[in-house]
């Protein structure tokens, strides 16, 4: 028997195909080579030998060639920060915000009072500080940054005194140990692994340049256990002379605890506390861009922005825009609340969940016997992981093309839509569906039913 592989056609033969030359007309020559190529290769690499119709292969690679990768999409995951997603969706105002200093010239480095140059780390100083309780503040590019930055600051070549409990791995490759070297300091490890007591800090005290506490965001430790409380960390530390350094990871600036979401550590309560730093992200409970926060006492906030890692980690304009429109809604509790998406879908009610559901199943085709099933949402983004947030889902079933059909079908849709599968069931969450996209996802359901592909 002849394999097909073999007896593919060159490069050159392909590009005078009428069909394929006809593509030179719409894109540039090397993005139909490459098109061409990409198809060639596949036939080679792949069981099912040359496609039926070399024109539209080279078609669709071409199309995809020049599709955005990053694309929007829409998440019916019901997992709320979703780290992978893209954490947090901004507030209608942080939108607006990034969309006029994006348009056009603004205030970044410059005094409108005195028409002086001014400086980018004033931006959303004011706010962090009044919305923290601390003395001044400062945002750079994240929350990592923002802890190298402030153990660089703090004790580059000295001792840090960390739990042996918080030698973490957080996520995407950022584990504690390494963020501690890297940032120049020197760990130094006190306690055991479930247990550390005041005691230990004490002892290792001498020589030290500051006590770091880092939250353990993505897991809980229950049993034997312990750990000095905060304000017991600030007071050995301000004996000593040295800074208390408390990263608290996720941002959470509001007041959940109405909601049942509690035990997650609240920069104000961190600031109340008596920690000299307070460090936290910018896209995780806080509800905005990407962005690392350092809050905390004005000498120390100083010493961070005038080392010479502030300009490499510094942030950009539009996550200065996004941030302070973001930071502005948390002086009215209840704005912040309802028009930071985070938040609002944190504390979205069981009626209101059951409601979106039903009337998300009511627009779905009936080929997928929508149902509407008790579930549950999640925090995502390594944020109060003990958190039960009870739900209403929508749940489909797809007959012959079987629910993990259905969901790659979704996810290559155009919106992609990202779903959960369950026992052979599609799930959707009205809880992460932003208003408005019911009737997008109602309609990529059809279309995933009608594709023909498969
Ligand atoms: C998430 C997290 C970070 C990193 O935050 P990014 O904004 O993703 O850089 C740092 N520390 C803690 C405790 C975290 O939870």
């Given at each position: 028997m002849t394999d097909p592989r073999r007896e593919l056609p060159s490069v050159d033969r392909l590009l005078r195909d009428p069909g394929i030359a006809a593509l030179l007309a719409r894109a540039p020559r090397n993005a139909v080579v490459a098109a061409t190529r990409a198809a060639l290769e596949a036939a080679r690499a792949g069981r099912g030998g040359p496609p039926a119709d070399w024109a539209e292969e080279v078609a669709e690679r071409l199309a995809l060639q020049t599709t955005p990768s990053l694309r929007p999409l829409i998440n019916?995951?019901?997992?709320?920060?979703?780290t992978n997603l893209g954490r947090a969706p901004l507030a209608a105002t942080a939108i607006e915000a990034v969309a006029r200093v994006a348009a056009g010239y603004s205030a970044l480095e410059y005094d409108l009072a005195t028409g002086a140059r001014g400086h980018r780390a004033d931006h959303c100083r004011t706010l962090l500080a009044e919305l923290t309780g601390a003395e001044d503040g400062l945002a750079v590019n994240n929350a990592a940054g923002a802890l190298v930055l402030a153990l660089n600051a703090m004790a580059a070549g000295q001792r840090v005194l960390i739990s042996r409990g918080e030698l973490i791995e957080i996520g995407g490759s950022f584990r504690i140990p390494e963020i501690l070297e890297r940032s120049g300091a020197i760990l130094a490890e006190v306690g055991t692994t479930n247990r550390t007591h005041l005691a230990d800090y004490a002892r290792a005290l001498p020589g030290a340049a500051a006590i770091l506490t880092v939250h353990r965001s993505n897991f809980d430790q229950r049993g034997f256990v312990a750990t000095p409380d905060p304000a017991e960390l600030a007071s050995l530390a301000g004996e000593a002379g040295i800074p208390f350094i408390h990263d608290v990871g996720s941002g959470l600036l509001a007041d959940l605890a109405a909601w049942g979401l509690t035990g997650e550590p609240r920069v104000p309560e961190a600031v109340a506390a008596g920690a000299d730093l307070v460090l936290f992200s910018g896209d995780k409970l806080l509800g905005g861009p990407q962005a690392g926060c350092v809050v905390g006492r004005r000498t120390l906030v100083a010493r961070c922005r005038d080392n010479p890692l502030a300009r490499a980690l510094r942030a950009d304009k539009l996550t200065l825009a996004a941030l302070e429109a973001t930071l502005a809604l948390y002086r009215d509790p209840a704005a912040a609340r309802s028009r930071i998406p985070v938040l609002a879908m944190l504390t979205a009610s069981a009626d209101e969940l059951a409601d979106r559901a039903a009337r998300l199943a009511a627009l779905l085709p009936a080929a997928v016997g929508a149902r509407v099933v008790p579930g549950e949402s999640a925090v995502g983004g390594g944020a109060i992981p003990g958190a039960v947030l009870p739900t209403t889902l929508v749940s489909l079933e797809a007959a012959a093309l079987r629910a993990n059909g259905l969901a790659v079908r979704l996810r290559h849709g155009d919106p992609p839509v990202i779903v959960r599968v369950e026992h052979d069931r599609v799930l959707l969450d009205p809880r992460t569906l932003q208003p408005g996209e019911d009737a997008l996802v109602a309609a990529a359901v059809g279309a995933a039913l009608a594709d023909p592909a498969g």
């Open positions: 019916a995951t019901g997992v709320i920060l979703h």
